[in-house]
């Protein structure tokens, strides 16, 4: 006779799909995405609210920088990230909005001197 065991996974579960938009009552989430139980109305924009150790992270946008405008893009970068956790690759750095990178002082200092007419005239 074979002893068969039970295989434990550890995996992510991690995470939500929120909007930020409102209706005549809370979105609530159905098989087919967040949708208003009166109207069936469905949300334009979705963020993904993730906890890591501790820390809440509001991921609105994918890599690219694009706004998750449907329920099933931003499930599909959710399970993405629930992945990078399982498989111990995750940072949470890698999901700071895009907007906030264009923000840092390196990326005006690159901007600036590309379009500078005098430190144009400077470089090799």
């Known amino acids: 006779m074979t002893n068969w ?20 009552h809370p979105f609530q989430e159905t098989s087919k995405g967040l949708r208003c ?24 946008r994918d890599k690219d920088g694009n706004i ?4 099933e893009a931003a499930n599909r970068f959710l399970t993405v990230m629930r992945s990078k956790v399982d498989e111990k690759t995750f940072n949470p750095k890698d999901y ?8 840092e002082f390196a990326t005006y200092a690159m901007a600036w001197v590309a379009h500078s007419p005098d430190m144009a005239l400077n470089r090799p």
């Open 68 to 71: 998750f405008t449907s329920y």
């Open 96 to 103: 700071i909005q895009v907007e906030v990178k264009k923000l």
């Open 5 to 24: 065991q039970t295989p434990t996974y550890n995996l992510c579960m991690n995470g939500a799909i929120r909007t930020r938009e409102k209706c005549c």
């Open 37 to 60: 139980p009166k109207y069936k109305a469905r949300p334009e924009t979705y963020y993904i609210d993730f906890w890591w150790k501790g820390d809440r992270i509001r991921v609105p």
